[in-house]
Nanobody
């Protein structure tokens, strides 16, 4: 069962911006903290940002001040606005839900490549 659909990735130059989208079902969107994670080649998946059902956000130190996570309650979509992108931001980005029992399933992700 597909819970999330990620989109918005692409190739961007260093210093550029991208906005990722994570579309979710209404129930999941309204009930869970939703987080963005990324996995670069040869590295472990890491949490990038999370947002609670009421909109409280937290960020990894590596992206704080550059990335912004937000919720669109009408579209039941979580966005990740990424500014001042660096080559080290290159990764496949995934979204999922968080609960006391852990993380939800993973979607197909969206590739972000930062390169000149």
């Amino acid at each position: 069962q597909v819970q999330f659909v990620e989109s918005g990735g692409g190739l961007v130059q260093p210093g550029g911006s991208l906005r990722l989208s994570c579309a979710a079902s209404t129930y999941i969107f309204n009930s869970y903290t939703i987080s963005w994670h990324r996995q670069a080649p040869g590295k472990q998946r890491e949490m990038v940002a999370r947002i609670s059902p009421i909109g409280s956000a937290t960020y990894a130190i590596s992206v704080a001040g550059r990335f912004t996570i937000s919720r669109d309650y009408g579209r039941t979509t979580v966005y990740l606005q990424m500014n001042s992108l660096k080559p080290e931001d290159t990764a496949v980005y995934y979204c999922t839900r968080e609960s006391s029992s852990g993380l939800g399933s993973w979607g197909q992700g969206t590739q972000v490549t930062v390169s000149s």
